[in-house]
């Protein structure tokens, strides 16, 4: 398959790894990955924070970039589970309330043919193992948009589970929010940091090595918690687990959701 | 759920009135939250209160094989209500009196304060028993009365506590929720005169004590008054049904001789037969029961049957200007069960005081500052739409499906709507940012440049991540405050051109310390 990456702003600047691996992976398992360099963001800190007026631009720039695509790829795929809801979810109601009827359409088609990596593997690909190696344990966070608004539901852990030499082992309260939140953690400083302190307390509680989840975001929110704690637990994104081979496996560096190897 | 266009309301609905609601706190919610977060003691009090209320909640519906389908029945029943609201309350009035009861209708507190404090005084009262009700806290009615020297007293146990201690609740089902055993035996017997002081904080015992004081106030209730709030009102017969665990609010139903009910005016349901939905609903959403111990269905008046006058106050105080919003109207569908607080982490963590409002928690913040209506950036509502993460789990519990996660960002973006029509009211700092990011992001030479640039930052912090620092980026401290942020390295898009210069083979990883390439070295998109 031809499939189309868009690797999200957060993951292009700030966690590249994360776009890299979701590259390697899908290239190994025999697809060809396409990547607009013209893309930017999805317009879901805009949209969320209730900028829409200066969210519509921004929609408007991503569906000029990946509607031009739409008969040449079979699938367009983000490493995010919030930046896809957005797509599929949010889209729509910026075009709505800039009374853009075309925009609404051509935002939906190509939100038809978006999809989150656990939901890309799983239900388009239709593979659950894909030949992946890592020796580790770690903790599963199922972030809040993709459990709710995508229902990625189980995907991610039977991706999970396939991959060789890995223990998942159970987060304490795993459905409770990081309390990431975008603009919340900003905002509500205080009460994101309340949130944040008792999901990295959880992923110490848990004994894993590492906790994993499919939005950097999130990541970077209860990664940036352990790492101001000093805890042992680094956070990883579900894509560099996937990515990592016997060949090639996983080596952290000492930057978050880097690698060394 | 497409919306039902209500047509012109022949008057402009107006908003809750400030005077007397309790519907607006006085600072905003971060700096209330701010407060709150600082006691120990009160996050402990509420983490156990609200798990183990959620636990029991998700057991008892996880029972229910068609809990979907209900919730789909409530949901689409008070849709029914909602786009017929006017006819249907014309047709409860019609109901309520043909039973022999009669209907007032109250614009806002101050109306409705008026008309319970004069059947209070005509009826000759000085003291009055309450049942446990929503309304009458957010009318402030306790106070109205007391200035014209009404004393209420609160029969539920937990309002009571709350009254007792010259506190104001913090949960929608449970008011003292952030109180502890400990503190409510302190306040017993501060408040109590005949307590015997070798009381144990044992919950037993407790209940034992605020029953003896109420039971005197119930025994000489002849010729009285009390006031109770409704959970449902049925258009086509005029019942009230009162839904309780305690049989205080029986006693309160039963035994006076006059019965003032102030009832919301979205209370509404269509039919007796629909109750059948709302009494499965309720109680396994609100107290994890499968059925509340008491639930009392009054209608009208009975000769020599309960009390002998009844009055009911269809309450408005900002509802019809809900109403008049059809993404925001589906907030007055609320049955007041308070899974969505006990679920909510953000809720869990400040306790409903932070909200400053009767109704806390996720679905206080989408109803208070639309029953108020924002009155500019300074407004303290203004802040609660931003008072979640978005995290959802409210929608997942609420039994009749409030898509309040979509409504909070439907009200942040009214309120920036509101700001940006305003001229000369678009300057804050969130503003300026949201713009200038808007700038950047649609445009990809700008965004290319700027990728580049935040690298090149990387290339001089040789540390892994960036630790607590005063940034002169207005939105980076109150997340370096808290926790690490990683160093912006080689991005992937400088990677991804790299690759498809050696021709597309698999290439190098970063070695995670290497300065991004020179903008020179590649052509712009
Ligand atoms: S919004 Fe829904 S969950 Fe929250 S109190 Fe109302 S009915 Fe219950």
């Not at chain 1, 990541?219 to 352990?226: H, Q």
């Not at chain 2, 009214?414 to 700038?439: L, N």
């Amino acid at each position: 398959m031809r499939i189309s990456l868009m690797t999200t702003c957060l993951a292009d600047v700030m966690a590249p790894d994360v776009a890299r691996s979701t590259v390697i992976l899908l290239e190994r398992l025999g697809h060809e990955v396409v990547y607009d360099p013209r893309q930017t963001c999805c317009g879901q800190m805009h949209t969320n924070t209730g900028y829409y007026s200066e969210a519509a631009p921004v929609v408007r720039h991503f569906v000029d970039t990946f509607e031009r695509q739409l008969d040449d790829v079979d699938a367009i795929v983000m490493p995010s589970g919030s930046c896809t809801g957005c797509v599929r979810d949010q889209h729509r109601l910026v075009a709505q309330h800039e009374q853009d009827e075309d925009l609404e359409k051509r935002a939906g088609a190509v939100a038809a043919k978006t999809y989150e990596l656990s939901e890309l593997l799983v239900d388009v690909l239709k593979t659950t193992d894909v030949g992946a190696y890592f020796p580790h344990s770690v903790t599963y966070h199922p972030t809040c948009h993709s459990m709710r608004i995508l229902k990625v539901g189980p995907r991610p852990i039977k991706l999970l589970r396939a991959v060789e030499g890995i223990e998942v082992v159970n987060l304490p309260e795993s459905s409770t929010c990081c309390g990431f939140g975008g603009t919340f953690s900003v905002k509500n400083s205080d009460t994101s940091n309340a949130m944040v302190t008792d999901k990295a307390a959880n992923v110490v509680r848990s004994g894993a090595e590492f906790v994993v989840a499919g939005d950097a975001s999130c990541l970077m929110n209860i990664g940036g918690k352990l790492a101001r704690n000093g805890d042992a637990p680094r956070p990883i994104h579900l894509a560099q687990i996937l990515a990592s081979t016997r060949e090639d496996p996983f080596v952290p560096s000492a930057e978050m959701l880097g690698r060394a190897s | 759920m497409s919306t039902v266009h209500l047509g012109m309301p022949g008057v402009r609905p107006q908003h809750a009135s400030p005077g007397s609601s309790h519907l607006r706190g006085d600072r905003s919610f971060p700096a209330k939250a701010r407060t709150e977060l600082a006691n120990p003691v009160l996050r402990q009090n509420l983490q156990h209160a609200t798990s183990t209320i959620q636990a029991k909640r998700a057991s008892v519906v996880r029972e229910v094989r068609d809990w979907q389908k209900l919730r789909d029945a409530g949901s689409a029943l008070k849709w029914q209500v909602t786009d017929h609201l006017p006819e249907m309350l014309v047709q409860l009035e019609e109901s309520v009196q043909a039973a022999g009861g009669t209907v007032h209708w109250a614009r806002d507190a101050e109306e409705a304060g008026e008309i319970v404090t004069r059947l209070v005084l005509e009826r000759g009262q000085q003291e009055v028993l309450k049942v446990k009700s929503m309304a009458t806290q957010e009318i402030g009615l306790n106070e109205t009365l007391a200035h014209a020297g009404v004393h209420a007293i609160e029969s539920d146990l937990a309002e009571l506590i709350v009254q007792l201690a010259g506190d104001t609740p913090s949960h929608i089902l449970v008011p003292a929720i952030h109180r502890n055993r400990a503190e409510i035996r302190e306040i017993f017997l501060r408040t109590m005169p005949d307590l015997d002081p070798s009381i144990t904080d044992d919950p037993a015992e407790l209940a034992g004590a605020a029953r003896r004081f109420l039971r005197e106030k119930f025994l000489d209730m002849s010729g009285s008054v009390a006031i109770s709030g409704g959970n449902f009102a049925v258009a086509d017969t005029g019942t009230v049904a009162v839904v309780e665990s305690e049989g205080n609010g029986r006693m309160c139903l039963t035994l006076p001789r006059t019965l003032i009910t102030v009832l919301g005016i979205e209370k509404i349901v269509p039919s007796f037969q629909d109750l059948e939905v709302f009494l499965q609903l309720l109680p396994r959403s609100s107290t994890g029961e499968r059925m509340n111990p008491y639930t009392t269905l009054f209608t009208g008046v009975a000769e020599g049957d309960g009390p002998q006058e009844f009055h009911l106050v269809l309450l408005d105080n900002g509802r019809s200007a809900v109403l008049a919003d059809p993404e925001g109207r589906s907030a007055l569908h609320c049955i007041r069960c308070s899974a969505c607080l006990n679920v909510c982490p953000v809720y869990e963590r400040t306790g409903g005081h932070a909200y400053g409002s009767t109704y806390p928690g996720p679905i206080g913040a989408i109803l208070s500052p639309q029953m108020t209506g924002v009155t500019g950036p300074d407004d303290p509502n203004a802040s609660l739409p931003y008072a979640s993460s978005l995290c959802g789990a409210c929608y997942d519990v609420c039994p009749v499906k409030i898509d309040i996660p979509s409504i909070l960002v439907h009200l942040r973006a009214k309120e920036v709507d509101q700001r940006r029509e305003a001229s000369g009211q678009f300057h804050g700092t969130w503003d300026v940012a949201m713009r200038g990011a808007s700038k950047l992001m649609s445009s990809p030479r700008a965004y290319d440049a700027a990728v580049r640039a935040s690298s090149a930052l990387g290339a001089v912090k040789r540390t892994g991540n960036i630790g607590k620092l005063p940034s002169a980026l207005p939105l980076i401290p109150g997340w370096t405050d808290h926790r690490d942020l990683p160093v912006p390295r080689q991005s992937f898009r400088s990677w991804w051109k790299d690759r498809e210069r050696h021709g597309g083979a698999p290439a190098p990883r970063p070695d995670g310390d290497g300065p991004e390439d020179s903008p020179a070295s590649g052509e712009d998109a």
